[in-house]
């Protein structure tokens, strides 16, 4: 549904909501397929109702929703991204709209981030730990600049931590999106991890986060002993 090309469309505010709507596919032959959403929040049809623009100020696909609009809602409008696929590491990141970046840790088991950039400036990041051997993940914290909750950025973060498999970047050059493709080829080979959080913050905004978060249950964290290792040499 969307071309290589940006399509024209919503070129202004990048104050929007951000939803985690799209989906990159991994194709047999190694190309990739993008997924928008079929419905908008609100569970109006896209094909009935819905508009796919581009946010520059943002670098995002988005969707807006003509019936929220119609109904007279402020919000029918959201930028959409992909927090499994769009992910740059430190070196790649292009300091222009909106940018998930990971800032892997110093060994493979140990602390990392990964940050919400808008051109450039951090405004949130959520902090995990995640190992490949033992295919376990701890998400330990997710925070947001007070001004600039409430858009959806700390879901983006958290969906981003989840979807790791490991901060290392090698591989041939060939490949596209390397870390990204070789992931996607994971995941859907079924090699998922099993996650788990710190304690969270007994307030409501903190508890309702826990709530949505795709996890059976919170603040149960299990750490293996690689992790153990890896925190106790960083400390």
């Not at 109702?49 to 007279?72: E, K, M, Q, Y």
């Not at 001004?147 to 959806?152: D, H, I, L, V």
Request: include cysteine.
């Amino acid at each position: 549904m969307f071309e290589d090309r940006r399509p024209s469309g919503e070129y202004g505010s990048g104050d929007l909501p951000v939803r985690p709507a799209l989906r990159h596919e991994l194709n047999p032959d190694g190309t990739l397929s993008v997924h928008p959403p079929k419905h908008c929040p609100r569970r109006h049809p896209v094909s009935d109702s819905g508009t796919f623009s581009w946010i520059v100020a943002l670098r995002l696909h988005s969707l807006i929703c003509h019936r929220c609009r119609d109904d007279g809602h402020a919000d029918h409008q959201w930028a959409l991204i992909d927090p499994a696929y769009e992910q740059a590491d430190l070196g790649q990141a292009t300091r222009a709209g909106l940018e998930l970046v990971a800032v892997a840790p110093d060994e493979v088991a140990g602390p990392g981030r990964i940050e919400l950039h808008v051109d450039g400036h951090a405004i949130g990041a959520s902090t995990l730990a995640v190992c490949p051997q033992d295919r376990v993940g701890v998400l330990e914290h997710v925070q947001v600049d007070d001004g600039s909750r409430r858009r959806g950025y700390g879901r983006i973060l958290a969906l981003a931590a989840f979807s790791r498999l490991g901060w290392s970047t090698d591989g041939p050059p060939w490949v596209r999106g390397d870390r990204r493709v070789r992931a996607l080829r994971a995941a859907q080979h079924g090699a998922g991890y099993t996650w788990t959080t710190t304690l969270i913050e007994n307030t409501p905004e903190a508890r309702g986060f826990a709530e949505w978060l795709p996890l059976p249950s919170v603040g149960e964290p299990r750490y293996c002993w690689h992790m153990l290792d890896a925190a106790a040499r960083f400390t």
